[in-house]
């Protein structure tokens, strides 16, 4: 009967549009602009190698921004990308912390992570396992500005000796600069610097060794830099140093904190007692920064004159950036980011501001229904030293570097989607 | 008849929507129609469409129908390149009514069991928007025994008691990470029992046009107890909730529909439907063990819908019918959530009706959803990108008619 025949073809109609039925959203397709993405490279220290947790380690690494960036990059002609990773049977790489669990009180109990470390000897000095192979991240945790013109710094920095095909003590000839431009790169990415004033800021100003480089040196390397990079007209993009001040590490454990914990024990005690940069004895006010080591050092209190509580035994200078210390940091921070954004401007480089960047983030923001704040643990953005990032904090640092890219090159490249990236693991 | 009707209720309908989490497929014949039917009384369905029109049907009758829904939804996060989709599930929203009662009598009364609001979207774990929602699960099944009163030969009016049994499933997940790589999920399960009324007006007029104006009221669906399932890191589980109460407003209907016939063959039906979303300002979980968690803003606006259908009675035997609707969305810019992605609507229908024989007729419709293209940030999640809907339902009903 006909009906019966409109009835079959109405159900074959319905069966072929519900599989046929997929909306479809404009096409994009990501080109690359007038860079060229053939040979990515990344220079830099910790941030740029996956550096998390207080050590380097294989999770670290693969959850590196320049990995990140570089992946998106195939879409638009990018090529392989080679990042020094450690192996399988050495994923604990350098070592690094972990969280174990909160105390009745709720403060993080912070442990180690060390069984499978990539240590291959401790004499004379500690030495990791050499890498073998290609190279695109660069990346080497602790370096300096300062640092990358000295020929004997490999024998200097265990991270950079791993990568260096010669063994300690006879790398005295290869500088950083020398040996991540001495193979053709199409286009870089160079954060750099942040270490010029980051050892001054965490060790509470204490430490002779390591005190601020010179604003006038870091201008000039910072273009001697510059020039070597784009030398073969690579085409780049550049970062500034994040506001030191407004991490974890420098806002967890605070004056209010502090007194908070003694007061249990001791409810008429107001007053923290410091050691100031200038060896002066003072009271303690909110504009002073206490370290985030502090917190596990478990000092506060103790002794026969209770520490910190009493002028006669202060908290130590390098528990605590005082807040003279804090304005210095402040001062270099801004000037070598005048410089890096001079420079970028001069040499017609793409520039991220980081600093501007983690402020952002730092000050709390949703993600994709994510809450990401500068909150110690809870707010995603930085790991559990309290000074770099999340493989979350590096997936937004990555999607800054390449929406700068994009915009400075007319590129498309596709952002990396943020939520598949974790932040602090709890057990 | 009864088997079929009995496995439809037995399958627990997940429930698609029509516009935001209003489903408007409660009769084959209307919903070829566009879904418009509230200045007819074409058929049994009138208990949900105008109970003022009941007692003006020609013959008392059951029927029982289901409208596999299949909704594909597809998101891009602005800057990506990767397009994400929802997953194939078919949805199943049923409806049954009966009317009886003498048809010489003044008085009629009727049964109706139909899924106005409802909700069935899933997405994967993994995705982009996971800590918005995952999945959800909404239903409200309503059943609402009528009155309908003919007060004068061209006047009728009805009522309806709703009872309404509402289920929800809310799934998603939580920005933590376990130490296994495992994601932190949340899920929250709960039923709500409660009551509404549906009241309508009925009138033939001499011209040829009827009119039919209908409220259906809000019901507030209260889930109390609710099941709060929180799989978290163990360094956490003493802080989350066990259980949750919740108020979802299944917001009222108003709705003014013409009837025309312009020949013997011929009925036009037009329906303007005034759904006031404006009640739904945000969702809100109420948990135990002092868990803070703002309320989520949704911020609805009161929204029309437009709904056109023609039904032509081609032979005696076979109706042709064929609708298009437009349906305006309550959901502002900034508000618009992946477990309802809502935007304006393109509705277009068609159907058959068969009269097998002078007591049993078979409907089918199908009725094709395209929603409009929307980019948007929202403002509690900042999920940022474009979102696609279309969906492509086909439906069935048996009727039996004494």
């Known amino acids: 009967m006909n009906s019966k025949y409109i009835f079959r073809s109405i159900i074959a109609v319905a069966i072929l549009g519900m599989a046929s039925c997929k909306p479809e959203l404009s096409t994009i397709t990501p080109s690359k602009g007038s860079a060229d993405f053939s040979r990515y490279i990344a220079v830099g220290n910790s941030l740029t190698s996956g550096y998390a947790d207080n050590g380097l380690y294989l999770e670290g690494q693969k959850n590196s921004f320049p990995e990140m960036i570089a992946t998106q990059m195939k879409t638009v002609g990018g090529g392989a990308f080679y990042t020094p990773f450690f192996n399988e049977s050495q994923a604990d790489g350098s070592g690094y912390k972990i969280l174990k669990g909160f105390t009745p009180a709720g403060l993080p109990i912070i442990g180690d992570q060390n069984t499978n470390t990539a240590v291959r000897t401790t004499t004379p000095t500690v030495l990791l396992t050499k890498y073998v192979g290609e190279i695109n991240n660069y990346g080497v945790p602790g370096i300096k500005l300062v640092h990358i013109n000295i020929p004997q710094y490999g024998n200097l920095n265990n991270f950079y000796e791993r990568m260096l095909p010669t063994d300690f003590p006879n790398n005295t000839t290869t500088t950083y600069l020398n040996f991540v431009t001495s193979k053709p790169f199409t286009f870089f990415s160079m954060w750099l610097g942040n270490n010029d004033i980051l050892g001054y800021a965490t060790s509470g100003g204490a430490n002779p060794a390591d005190q601020p480089t010179d604003k006038n040196v870091f201008a000039s390397l910072y273009a001697d830099a510059a020039n070597k990079m784009t030398a073969n007209n690579a085409k780049g993009v550049v970062a500034t140093i994040p506001d030191i001040l407004k991490t974890p590490f420098f806002n967890t454990v605070t004056l209010n904190s502090l007194l908070a914990a003694v007061h249990v024990t001791a409810p008429t005690i107001n007053t923290i007692y410091i050691k100031t940069g200038k060896n002066a004895t003072r009271a303690a006010t909110v504009k002073d920064f206490f370290v985030l080591p502090l917190a596990s050092a478990n000092l506060i209190g103790t002794g026969a004159v209770p520490y910190g509580l009493f002028p006669s035994n202060p908290v130590e200078s390098q528990w605590v950036l005082d807040e003279d210390e804090a304005g210095i940091v402040s001062d270099y921070v801004a000037s070598y980011n005048n410089t890096i954004k001079t420079v970028a401007a001069n040499k017609g480089l793409a520039i991220v501001d980081a600093y501007a960047l983690l402020r952002e983030y730092g000050a709390g923001k949703v993600v994709n229904g994510v809450p990401i704040s500068a909150a110690y643990i809870t707010g995603n953005l930085f790991s559990l030293d309290g000074i770099h990032l999340t493989p979350m904090g590096y997936a937004l640092v990555a999607n800054e570097f390449i929406r700068s890219i994009n915009s400075k090159y007319g590129s498309s490249i596709p952002i990396v989607d943020v939520t598949r990236y974790r932040g602090v693991k709890f057990p | ?402």
């Not at chain 2, 609805?300 to 437009?306: K, W």
């Open chain 2, 1 to 402: 008849m009864k088997k079929i009707l009995l496995s439809c209720l037995l399958a627990l309908p997940v429930l698609g929507y029509s516009q935001s989490f209003q489903v408007n497929l409660q009769g084959q014949k209307q919903t070829a129609m566009g879904g418009a039917g509230t200045g007819l009384a074409l058929d049994e369905a009138a208990v949900f469409f105008n109970p003022g029109a009941v007692s003006f049907l020609k013959k008392n009758g059951v029927q029982a129908g289901i409208s596999p829904l299949y909704l594909k939804t597809a998101f891009r996060e602005n800057g990506s390149n990767v397009t994400e989709y929802n997953k194939d599930k078919i949805a199943t929203p049923i409806m049954g009514y009966a009317v009886f009662g003498s048809p010489e009598n003044r008085l009629r009364f009727g049964l109706g069991i139909y899924t106005p609001f409802g909700g069935a979207m899933h997405w994967k774990e993994d995705w982009t928007g996971r800590y918005s929602v995952t999945s959800l699960d909404l239903q409200a099944i309503y059943i609402q025994p009528t009155l309908s009163l003919k007060i004068t030969d061209h006047i009728g009016i009805g009522g309806g008691l709703v009872y309404s049994l509402g289920k929800v499933d809310l799934r998603k997940a939580l920005p933590y990470t376990l130490n296994d790589g495992r994601q932190a999920s949340a899920k929250l399960k709960g039923d709500a029992k409660d009551f509404g009324w549906n009241a309508g007006i009925y009138v033939e007029t001499v011209s040829g046009v009827s009119i039919g104006v209908t409220h259906r009221s809000q019901v507030t669906a209260t889930v109390k107890d609710g099941d709060a399932i929180f799989d978290v890191p163990d360094a956490i589980r003493d802080r989350v909730p066990t259980k949750f109460g919740a108020e979802l407003p299944l917001p009222a209907t108003t709705t003014l529909g013409l009837g025309f016939q312009p020949s013997d063959k011929t009925t036009l039906a037009l329906d303007v439907n005034w759904v006031h979303w404006s009640k739904y300002k945000e969702l809100a979980f109420d948990y135990n063990n002092n868990f803070v968690s703002p309320p989520s803003p949704r911020n609805y606006h009161d929204a029309a819908a437009l709904r056109f259908g023609i039904q032509n009675q081609t032979t005696n035997r076979l109706a042709l019918r064929a609708g298009i609707g437009y349906a305006f969305t309550p959901v502002g810019k900034g508000y618009v959530t992946p477990e309802v992605p809502d935007a304006n609507r393109l509705l277009l229908s068609a159907g058959i009706g068969f009269k097998a024989t002078e007591r049993f007729n078979i409907d089918f419709s199908f009725l094709y959803e395209n929603v409009e293209k929307r980019n948007e940030t929202n403002i509690e999640t900042q999920l940022s990108g474009e979102f696609k809907t279309l969906a492509y339902i086909p439906g069935i009903s048996f009727s039996y008619k004494w």
